[in-house]
Structure formats: structure tokens, C-alpha cells
């Protein structure tokens, strides 16, 4: 039985599936919408929002957490920036799931996973 175990495995190993979050995020972040299957987008919902709050906390320590985990420090700078202050009165919530149908190669369920205004 799998009671209290959280996370989905994806069928990757942990560095695959870590690796996979990470391009997620940072897509999502640089692009504010992207495409995927709904389980990934579950996953990948949580880690953006965490980043997110990381740029609204500002400070050196948030920043180095957030580089750790986005690949492009353009993106880095952009969250701390733009996103920021975009979302400084939100206390939360800054993404948001629209299902699309199922994927026509496999029927896996496609969503949209995206940034709120």
C-alpha cells in the first residue's frame, strides 16, 4: 500500500525526473504557458510556485535557491523582477491548469499549465 507516499515517479529515474522539473519550471517561467501531461503538470505547479515566492522574498539566499534550481539566469532574473512584482499582493496561487483533451498518440490528458494574470 502506498499511504503517505507523495510524488509521482513518471517512469524516469530520480536524476531523469529532476532534470525534467527543472526544464518544466524554467519553461514555464520564461514562457508563462506551456503544454504537457496533466500528472507532469501537477508536479511541476508546486516547484513554480515555490520559485516564484523566492523572488517575492527578494534577498541573496532566495536568489541563490532560486539559481540552483532554473537553468537560464535570465529567467532567475526575470522572476525576481517582473514576476515579483507582478504578484507581490498574491499570497499564492500563481498558476493555473486548463485541461485540453487527451493526446492523440497514447490519450494521455493534455493540459494547459499557466502563469495567472
Same mark, same amino acid.
Given at each position: 500500500m ?5 510524488g509521482r515517479?513518471?517512469?524516469r529515474d530520480?536524476g ?11 519553461d514555464l ?5 506551456i503544454?504537457?501531461t496533466e500528472?507532469?503538470?501537477? @508536479?511541476?505547479? *508546486?516547484?513554480?510556485? #515555490?520559485? /516564484?515566492?523566492f =523572488?517575492?522574498?527578494g !534577498?541573496?539566499?532566495s536568489?541563490?535557491?532560486a539559481?540552483?534550481?532554473i537553468?537560464d539566469?535570465?529567467v ?12 507581490? @499582493?498574491?499570497? *499564492?496561487?500563481?498558476? #493555473?491548469? /486548463?485541461?485540453? =483533451?487527451p493526446r492523440? !498518440? ?6 494547459r499549465?499557466?502563469l495567472?494574470?
Amino acid at each position: 500500500m502506498r499511504h503517505k507516499v507523495a510524488g509521482r515517479k513518471l517512469g524516469r529515474d530520480s536524476g531523469h525526473r529532476r532534470a525534467l522539473y527543472r526544464n518544466l519550471v524554467t519553461d514555464l517561467l520564461n514562457y508563462e504557458k506551456i503544454t504537457t501531461t496533466e500528472a507532469k503538470a501537477k @508536479e511541476v505547479r *508546486g516547484l513554480a510556485e #515555490r520559485m /516564484i515566492t523566492f =523572488g517575492k522574498e527578494g !534577498g541573496l539566499p532566495s536568489r541563490h535557491r532560486a539559481l540552483s534550481f532554473i537553468l537560464d539566469k535570465k529567467v532567475t532574473a526575470k522572476v525576481f523582477s517582473d514576476l515579483a512584482s507582478r504578484y507581490a @499582493e498574491r499570497p *499564492g496561487g500563481y498558476t #493555473r491548469i /486548463i485541461k485540453l =483533451g487527451p493526446r492523440l !498518440g497514447d490519450g494521455a490528458p493534455m493540459v494547459r499549465l499557466e502563469l495567472v494574470e
